[in-house]
């Protein structure tokens, strides 16, 4: 039984117009699915990801219209890491990122930025054999796209806390110092431990990772909740979230966690051509369709040219 890395990343914002212009016309993202926080269905949950909205590159957004910016710290995740298939890609993303007014910063293999609202990210030239998860855009040459997470970065003040439960329970092998690969028999990741930062104000909010979400086989979920039981973790019971199902528990140094179920996907209730086009809601949320197209704000997507490419 093991987990097949990261399955997705959920983050806060505050500004969901914004959110979507960035994530899907600067970094060329795909939006497979428009929907809500299942636990505040007040407000939108934005889900971002290749052409099929595939586990392993779906970056998703709770939206706190006007939320205060958040501090990342002890106990948070504070980069997500992308891979991109080459040098010349890194140098193809500077560009475009500064072009778009995003600063970005060099480190040898790597490129470091942040989204509007102070999410880190950092591309890496891929150094594994698993299969590219890429969006189409027309501005971003193939060759030249996101290709799935990497893996993320989080901060700890006592990463030894971590080390049973990572290791003996969760099946991560340490590679070097605190970061350790998650990796199953298709697709891997890692998780990765920095020393929290002397910052008194560390709080959720806009531009901060709300949890990091790993996939497991649908028919090892409730084994996975009781190994984490086993080893003295709280997990929820298994929450049926209608594309997936999960459960979610804090690991020892603070960070949310989820184990979420590969499948059944985004296309459950939607055309896979047309996916994150329309307000979709799961069958317990459809009562509330009314109100909360009244309610919900428009947004810029889908692009013109893909509604054309659909057609």
């Not at 959110?19 to 899907?24: A, P």
Request: glycine fraction near 10%; hydrophobic fraction near 40%.
């Amino acid at each position: 039984m093991k987990l097949e890395g990261i399955h997705h990343i959920t983050a806060i914002t505050g500004d969901a117009a914004g959110n979507v212009e960035f994530y899907t016309d600067v970094l060329g993202l795909r939006m497979v699915k428009r929907t809500v926080n299942q636990d505040e269905p007040n407000v939108y949950h934005l889900f971002y990801g290749d052409e099929h909205g595939s586990p392993g590159m779906d970056l998703t957004f709770f939206e706190y219209p006007g939320a205060a910016a958040g501090v990342a710290g002890a106990g948070m995740v504070h980069r997500i890491v992308w891979r991109v298939a080459s040098v010349e890609a890194l140098e193809f993303w500077k560009d475009r990122l500064e072009a778009r007014g995003v600063v970005s910063e060099r480190s040898g293999d790597s490129l470091l930025f942040s989204d509007p609202e102070g999410l880190g990210h950092e591309l890496v030239v891929a150094g594994v054999d698993d299969e590219p998860l890429t969006a189409d855009s027309p501005e971003i040459p193939a060759e030249h796209a996101l290709q799935g997470f990497d893996g993320v970065r989080a901060y700890s003040l006592s990463p030894v806390r971590s080390e049973p439960l990572l290791g003996d329970t969760l099946g991560f092998r340490r590679a070097e110092g605190e970061r350790w690969n998650v990796r199953g028999e298709r697709r891997g990741s890692f998780y990765s431990y920095d020393p929290a930062p002397p910052e008194l104000n560390r709080r959720q909010g806009a531009g901060t990772v709300h949890h990091v979400a790993f996939a497991a086989l649908p028919e090892d979920l409730e084994a996975w909740r009781l190994r984490v039981v086993s080893a003295g973790a709280s997990p929820t019971p298994v929450i049926d979230r209608f594309y997936f199902k999960s459960v979610y528990f804090r690991e020892p140094s603070g960070v949310l966690f989820e184990i979420a179920t590969i499948g059944p996907g985004f296309a459950v209730d939607e055309d896979a051509e047309h996916l994150g086009e329309r307000l979709s809601l799961p069958p317990d949320f459809e009562p509330l369709r009314e109100r909360l197209e009244l309610t919900l704000r428009p947004l810029p997507y889908p692009p013109a040219w893909r509604l054309a490419s659909s057609a």
